[in-house]
């Protein structure tokens, strides 16, 4: 189903853009002198084809994306590609970061409470968890930064250093992963609890094995699996950027990209940006899927039967 889906993202997404309201050439064309010449406004039309059909535009830019053209930015002038692949860095540095944090965070978490249902600690973690899934995540970012920035002064506020330093990155991750967190640390125990109910479990007791074995060993595999699905989404998520905090800590991920790209009306930027994101996303669910089946071999069993 990759490419059908592929065709049909292409297809809305060019749809999208050519139905939107305003004329890019206007847009681009216009400068701090004031609106721009009717002539050159009709000059970039016809040089960048768009007094032709919608029709006719998609085939030419779906045959140039076939043969790995995205097209070129109008405001840069750079290659679609190379713009989509330099954000993409940032992005997908920032993502894996935050979501080991979530995971790191989550997963204990969810266990935890599973395990002492109804104990302070229960009670505890799941009332920080839903702080952490009412939170917006601006309001978050703010939060951290008065604290870590501007209080403690051991962090910096925003910005992307060097590229490479684990300074600027901190923050950001923190602020991705705890939301990413909350909301998987209550699936992971809810998933959690139902396993602990199962007759297996209760047969697995019996034998007289340890607590922590029926957990990890027996419980743990199981109830990961609602919970690796969340996880798949939460990193689609991540990886597709999260514009307002890309924003709010000047990271030059592909959120941002996306979001320059939409105020400055850069078409070709958006449908790259767009077309990526949704084989990254379609990618990422079919790993999801072979993850599953490892986890869960009867579904093997079910698909040959």
């Known amino acids: 189903m990759l490419l059908p ?46 007094n032709d059909p919608a029709g006719i535009l998609y085939l030419r830019w779906l045959g140039r994306v076939m043969h790995g053209d995205l097209g070129y930015s109008f405001v ?46 229960d009670n505890i973690g799941m009332t920080i968890s839903l702080l952490g899934v009412s939170i917006p995540n601006f309001w978050l970012a703010y939060l951290l930064i008065i604290l870590f920035a501007l ?26 992963g705890i939301s990413a967190a909350a909301v998987t640390g209550r699936m992971m125990r809810t998933s959690m609890l139902e396993v602990l109910e199962q007759d297996y479990i209760l047969a697995v007791r019996a034998r007289g094995l340890p607590e922590w074995s029926v957990v990890l060993k027996h419980a743990l595999r199981n109830a990961l699996l609602p919970v690796v699905t969340m996880i798949s989404l939460n990193f689609t998520y991540l990886l597709n950027g999260s514009a307002v905090i890309e924003t709010v800590f000047a990271w030059p991920g ?50 040959g039967c």
């Open 5 to 50: 889906v592929l065709l049909l993202v292409s297809m809305i997404s060019f749809s999208l853009f050519y139905l939107s309201p305003g004329d890019p050439a206007e847009v681009l064309l216009t400068g701090p002198q004031g609106p721009p010449d009717p002539k050159a406004v009709q000059e970039f039309r016809e040089r960048e084809g768009f």
């Open 151 to 176: 209080h403690l002064d051991i962090l910096p506020v925003a910005g992307y250093g060097q590229g490479g330093d684990i300074e600027h990155l901190i923050l950001p991750a923190l602020t991705l």
């Open 254 to 303: 592909i959120g941002s990209l996306m979001t320059q790209s939409i105020y400055s009306r850069d078409y070709p930027v958006i449908l790259g940006c767009m077309l990526f994101l949704s084989l990254l996303t379609i990618s990422l669910n079919l790993l999801t899927d072979i993850i599953y089946r490892y986890l869960n071999p009867r579904l093997e069993h079910e698909a």
């Open 76 to 121: 840069s002038g750079e290659r679609v590609s190379d713009a989509v692949r330099d954000s993409f860095q940032p992005t997908l540095r920032l993502a894996v970061v935050s979501l080991l944090i979530s995971i790191i965070i989550s997963i204990p978490l969810g266990i935890i409470s599973a395990v002492k249902r109804g104990s302070a600690i």
